[in-house]
Structure formats: C-alpha cells, structure tokens
C-alpha cells in the first residue's frame, strides 16, 4: 500500500454516478480501495445506467438525484440550479453524518454535490478528469481540490493547476486482469479482423457509415470479418446490410466481453470517449478514431488527436469520414502490416500501467497528508 501503513484504515467516499465513463472508472478504483482494507461508499445520481454498473459492487452506495449543470439562463436552467442547491444540501447533511476521510469525485454533474459539500466540510478532495479537455464539474472545483489526476498528459494545458498527477484511466477489473503483458507480441489471425463500435451516443451515422465502407471494401476484392458493436436499436439494420453484402460478420446489441473482441482484432474504428481510448491502448488495438461531433467541448476531438499525437490511433472528424474515404482507408490499412505494428507498439510504449491503482495511491497519500498535518498541529 503506497503512502499508508497496513495498520491505517480509511472511510474514501467516491462520487462517480450519471454516465458509464464515469461509473465503471470509478468503481474499479473503488475495488482497489476496499482490497486494501478501506471503507468505501459510492455516491451515485440516480441514472438508468447505475443500476446495472452497481450489480456488481457489494459496498455502500448513497444515492443522491442530481442532473446537469446550468448553462445558459433560462426557466430550464433555474429549475436545475435549484435542484442542485437541493442536491448539495442533500450531500452535506449525509456527509456530516458519515465523513470521510477523503472524498475521489471522478467528474460530471453527480459530482458537484459530494464535491461542494466536502468542500464546505473540509474533507480532502481529489478529483480524476478521464478527457483531454476537462469538464465544467472538474473546472470548478480544480483549483481548490487537495489533488488533481489526469487520464492524459494534455489535461495539463487546460487547468489552472501548477500539479497534475497522470494516472491514466482506471479499467474495469476484468479488463485490467486481461491486459497483455509487456513483451506479449500478438499472433497474426486470418482473416483480417475489424471491430466497430458506434458508442452509446451517435451510433446510427457511424453503423451507417461503416456498413457501407465494409461492403464497399468487400465488393472490391478485400478479405475480412466484422466484429460491429451496434446499440440495440441498430442492431437488426447492421446485422442485415453485412449479410446483404456477402461480409462475415458478427453483430452485438451489446457485448459484456470486450477483451475478447479487443484480442482478436486487427484495427478498430470507434468514437473516442476516455473508457474508449484507454482500452484500445491497453490491448494495443489500432484505431481509427470518429469522433462524436456533439459531444460537450468536442472532447472527443482532443482525445482522438492526442491518441493520433501518442502513434497509437488515426483520426478523422464525422464530417471527413466519408463512406468512399472509409472504405478506401480499410483497403489501405489491410495492406500496411507494418503500419499496424508500428501503431501496436506505440500504444504498448504509451499504455499507463494499473490507472486504478495509481488513483488510489493518490487518495492514500491526500488523506494521509491531511491526517499527519492533523496529528503535528495537535
């Protein structure tokens, strides 16, 4: 355990609810934390997703409703501000009764109200920003945290903070456990192995896209299988224009064994959420990153352009990703081994190590800092 001794025990609360690029991070390093002795308690904002995440998890968990941050001034916008008055009121009273020694707020808006309330409590606030470009929650509360982590070393140029610690971004554990090891070289496979991911937002234009550039690349002579992660609402339409083109294919709604589909593939064309980028690093898949162009602070765009700077990944906005472009570009990389292997190896050059654990080193080392300034001042 770094920075504690084995006797020390510590109550870490751990704000991670609203969306799973929050959640499962968060919970990952929440396992960590209670293997090593320490209480934990989840605090969650009541979203449809937080139930299935959950199921896993055998600790605490407060649940505290809670929705985004006011942006512009409108009715909408008084409504939600006074929800979340609501809400921070709603934390301070549970966290005056259970206080932590440190509160982990892994960002969004179901931090802003264990986060505020810590604040006003004075209970250490560590903070983990999993984009490139940082969130209003993260931005808010940065300057004051008592310890700001990073899944990119880009985070740096967008906070006012002289010190950012670069963890990387936490794996769920089953991922984690599967990760190849340093010097594991991957076997080649035939046929050559694509994997599509349309991601949980924006996925019908990129299943459009792809299916078309599949079945264009198809027609014109190239040999693959498709691995096409769709969303359920798609899931039917992809799985019929695969099979309408003559491509092999397998087509998943969802798919709870992501390692597997990581391990056999050969290239990857996906969003470029934060869980995304990490797991395509740590099973050195090469990518071709879309990102999706709503996203808040086109985040997305500054994740695929720092995988693009690492080696790791290419990158190209929706609105150049044309079909005739996509399939050209499939073509090309099918005919490029070495192109493959020189992006395998950066990403196995780049990929941070256990992120789950250096967060919760982190932790550690706030409440013990805190704690050992307690202990001299008396």
């Known amino acids: 355990m770094s920075g504690m001794s084995s006797r020390d025990h510590l109550n870490i609360h751990l704000a991670c609810g609203g969306t799973g690029g929050h959640i499962f991070p968060g919970l990952a390093t929440a396992d960590v934390l209670r293997e090593r002795g320490h209480e934990v308690t989840i605090w969650m904002a009541g979203s449809d997703l937080e139930g299935e995440a959950l199921k896993s998890w055998a600790g605490r968990v407060v649940t505290v409703p809670a929705e985004g941050l006011?942006?512009?001034?409108?009715?909408k916008a008084v409504r939600s501000a006074w929800r979340l008055l609501r809400a921070v009121r709603a934390c301070r009273r549970r966290m005056e009764s259970d206080r932590p020694d440190a509160l982990l707020a892994m960002g969004a808006y179901a931090s802003v109200g264990p986060a505020w309330a810590a604040r006003r409590l004075g209970v250490p606030l560590v903070l983990h920003e999993s984009n490139v470009v940082p969130g209003r929650a993260i931005g808010l509360f940065s300057r004051r945290a008592d310890a700001v982590a990073a899944a990119f070393e880009e985070t740096r140029f967008h906070l006012r903070r002289r010190e950012i610690v670069v963890t990387g971004m936490p794996l769920r554990r089953d991922l984690s456990r599967r990760r190849p090891g340093a010097g594991e070289r991957r076997r080649p496979r035939a046929p050559f192995t694509l994997l599509v991911m349309g991601g949980s937002r924006g996925a019908r234009s990129l299943n459009e896209r792809m299916t078309a550039a599949v079945a264009a690349a198809v027609r014109d002579g190239a040999r693959l299988c498709v691995r096409h992660l769709s969303g359920a609402a798609d899931e039917a339409r992809v799985r019929e224009a695969y099979a309408r083109a003559g491509v092999e294919h397998r087509v998943y709604a969802f798919h709870h064994d992501m390692a597997s589909l990581y391990e056999e593939a050969d290239l990857a064309v996906c969003r470029a959420g934060a869980s995304t980028c990490a797991e395509l690093l740590a099973f050195r898949v090469p990518a071709l990153l879309v990102p999706y162009p709503h996203a808040t602070r086109n985040?997305?765009?500054?994740?695929a352009r720092a995988m693009e700077r690492l080696g790791a990944a290419h990158a190209v906005e929706e609105a150049h990703g044309a079909v005739d472009w996509l399939?050209?570009?499939?073509?090309?990389m099918m005919c490029a081994p070495e192109r493959l292997d020189r992006m395998r190896r950066a990403a196995a050059h780049q990929a941070p190590g256990d992120a789950a654990m250096a967060l919760a080193d982190l932790v550690e080392r706030t409440a013990a800092a805190r704690r050992?300034?307690?202990a001299a001042a008396a």
């Open 70 to 75: 006011p942006s512009s001034l409108s009715p």
């Open 299 to 303: 985040h997305q765009l500054a994740n």
């Open 327 to 332: 399939a050209e570009y499939l073509a090309g």
């Open 372 to 374: 050992n300034g307690k």
